[in-house]
């Protein structure tokens, strides 16, 4: 574990010591598997919200994290939506950001040569408007050791030509998901939507074209309106809702994925308290993602790691899986 | 996008005092814990428990010094956050600040410098005259406000040594400026005391002069077009939504000549000749 430089009485060295101390029980007690990954604890980063992943390293070390979602990569790069981009509302997040990525040859050369330092499970998230940009990706990062799995995008409401298409249909998505289970040997977690009638029919379908984890959930299809103007606040409308108003419906959806299959559920949505995670993983939840939190208190997972240590000592469990409902 | 350990820090601090200075300005100064390397121009995320927002919200480093520590942010009581961070309910509590973040003004020796605030955006500039005088520099600065309530005293807004001038229209900083320009060039000593000179009396040697600026976006855009037609270099300061100050959410992109940039991390201050004024 990657320690912080700093002596002095900072956040950041407190976390690094905090993070230091509680590494061991985290080992034993918070430790989960997702199909073939091993994860140190429950907590992972989710994509978008955390760049990729060195962002935060001075207030965070980030082998504190179970896993960390990089930002979603596209084969071309995306410069992203024009205007306004993010937006609070109601408590929570509006975004529009549009997928704004280097693209896959920056990736390869500036990116990848970074993340092993980052001293805990890389998932790379792939996203594209055709199936054959998901292949592509997969294909040419399998030779990346330091990425451990993979993250389809199916999901992602900003792009018009993108993944929403994908992620609202069953039939796409196992269509989509056997090709890139075809294209690659690493995890595949295929990240959906919630902005559907039945999550079930998506969950199954994502399962039935080879999936090893479910990522549930995106953001929520939002929008604002400025009053002003009498216009939409955002140049493509609508936009991705998320924070903590999103909390109760993403516990819905993590739940009801959770019943429809067997796989691995990661949850995540508006998760910013101990007690949001622990009711995700009592959902269903193998892992927990965060996602908005990472904005506004960027040293969360200290205190949520210790947290959730403790909930599992205090429940005389052996490991936080035992805790799952299934 | 490499922060390094040596990068922005996080603490939980109470304020040490939060000072009214009128009946829309105040200024929360904290103690941090530990030294830091804070240019003018940088700037800093504050949220509290307290106050029902969600994101942290930006502010310019107002003042520094690194003796005692203590930052200082000047703050206008615009919305929600900043109406109740200086509650003394609020105010009593820890706040997370997070910082120092972006990059500020580019500082170098110059003749001559000219800085140009309007409401809020005063707040950085006395950081960065405080910065000038320090490497003994010749500092002139203009300060525009909404009306004569809101004016902030001279004393509050730049360290003494500094010429200055305040207006109560923000827009019209730009003619202040203008009028300190004009009556340097016609003296041409560069000692700057602000006359009645012409306005429009054209300064024949703007070498050496350097314009930073902060405020709101008609009032850069005007002094933008004015300082491209004397040739005159200028640094602005500019606002966006930010979601995450650090680089890592993309929300606070901003289109320039030579592509986008996010202000967090690359701005928020920038070259005047790259902003599309009129996106
Ligand atoms: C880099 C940077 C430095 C800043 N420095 C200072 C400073 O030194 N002193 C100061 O008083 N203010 C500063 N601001 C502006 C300050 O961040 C906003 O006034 C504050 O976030 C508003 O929060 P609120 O909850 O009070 O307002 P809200 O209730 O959220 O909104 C009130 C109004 O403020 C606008 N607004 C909200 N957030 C921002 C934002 N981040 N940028 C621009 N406009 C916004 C909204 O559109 C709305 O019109 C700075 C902004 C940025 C981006
Ligand atoms: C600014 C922002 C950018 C995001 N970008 C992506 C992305 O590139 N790919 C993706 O799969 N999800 C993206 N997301 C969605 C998050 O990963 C997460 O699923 C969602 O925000 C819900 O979790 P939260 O409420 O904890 O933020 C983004 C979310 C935000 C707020
Ligand atoms: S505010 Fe998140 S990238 Fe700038």
């Known amino acids: 574990m990657r320690r912080m430089s700093s002596s002095t009485d900072s956040q950041s060295a407190q976390n690094a010591r905090y993070a230091q101390d509680t590494q061991d029980v985290q080992d034993s007690r918070l430790s989960c598997t997702l199909g073939s990954l091993t994860l140190k604890n429950p907590l992972i980063a989710a994509s978008g919200t955390y760049a990729f992943g060195e962002a935060y390293r001075s207030v965070l070390d980030p082998g504190i994290w179970g896993a960390i979602t990089l930002k979603s990569v596209t ?9 306004q981009r993010i937006r609070e509302c109601h408590g929570g997040l509006l975004n529009s950001i549009g997928l704004a990525n280097p693209g896959l040859d920056e990736f390869e050369k500036d990116i990848i040569p970074l993340l092993g330092d980052l001293d805990t499970v890389v998932i790379a998230s792939l996203a594209g408007s055709v199936s054959s940009d998901y292949t592509k990706l997969a294909a040419r990062l399998n030779q990346y050791a330091v990425i451990n799995a993979y993250e389809l995008n199916l999901s992602c409401p900003n792009v018009r030509e993108g993944g929403l298409a994908f992620g609202a249909d069953p039939t796409k998505i196992e269509a989509l998901v056997g090709q890139v289970r075809h294209a690659t040997s690493k995890p595949l977690l295929v990240k959906l939507t919630p902005n559907v009638t039945s999550i079930a029919d998506t969950v199954r379908a994502a ?18 309106i400025d009053l002003n103007t009498g216009r939409p606040v955002f140049e493509n409308t609508y936009a991705g809702f998320s924070g903590p108003p999103v909390f109760p419906l993403a516990l819905r959806c993590v739940h009801q994925t959770a019943a429809a299959t067997k796989l691995p559920v990661i949850g995540m949505g508006g998760v910013s308290t101990l007690e949001d995670v622990q009711k995700m993983i009592l959902a269903g939840a193998s892992a927990v993602g965060l996602g908005t939190l990472n904005f506004t208190r960027p040293d969360a997972p200290v205190e949520l790691c210790a947290g959730l240590d403790q909930w599992v000592a205090n429940k005389g469990a052996a490991n936080i899986q035992d805790l799952r409902s299934n | 996008m490499l922060c390094g350990a040596q990068g922005p820090k996080l603490y939980r601090i109470i304020p040490e005092s939060v000072d009214r200075l009128n009946q829309r300005f105040y200024r929360m100064n904290l103690i941090l814990p530990e030294q830091l390397s804070i240019h003018p121009g940088q700037f800093v995320t504050l949220k509290s428990e307290k106050v029902p927002v969600l994101l942290p919200r930006p502010f310019c480093v107002h003042r520094w010094d690194p003796q005692s520590r203590r930052i200082s942010l000047l703050i206008e009581a615009r919305g929600t956050a900043t109406a109740m961070f200086c509650d003394s309910d609020v105010a009593r509590h820890p706040f997370q600040i997070l910082g120092p973040l972006g990059h500020g003004f580019k500082v170098k020796p110059a003749q001559h410098h000219f800085l140009v605030g309007g409401g809020c955006g005063v707040a950085p500039l006395h950081f960065l005259a405080a910065e000038l005088l320090r490497n003994a520099q010749q500092v002139s600065l203009a300060a525009g406000f909404r009306d004569q309530e809101d004016a902030l005293a001279p004393e509050l807004i730049t360290p003494p040594g500094t010429a200055i001038n305040v207006t109560c229209n923000p827009v019209t900083a730009v003619d202040l400026f203008r009028e ?3 009556s340097l060039s016609v003296r041409d000593d560069a000692t700057v005391g602000v006359s009645d000179v012409a306005d429009d009396a054209d300064p024949t040697d703007t070498n050496g002069v350097m314009v930073y600026a902060c405020g709101p976006h008609v009032m850069l855009k005007s002094l933008a077009a004015f300082c491209r037609e004397r040739g005159l270099p200028l640094q602005v300061s500019l606002e966006r939504m930010m979601g995450c100050g650090m680089g890592a959410c993309q929300g606070c992109s901003c289109g320039t000549k030579t592509g986008s940039v996010l202000l967090c991390s690359e701005g928020p201050v920038l070259d005047a000749t790259v902003v599309n004024w009129d996106a």
């Open chain 1, 75 to 83: 084969p071309e790069p995306r410069p992203g939506n024009p205007g």
């Open chain 1, 207 to 224: 399962e039935a074209g080879g999936a090893d984890a479910i990522v549930m959930c995106n953001t929520f299809l939002g929008m604002d």
């Open chain 2, 180 to 182: 300190q320009l004009a």
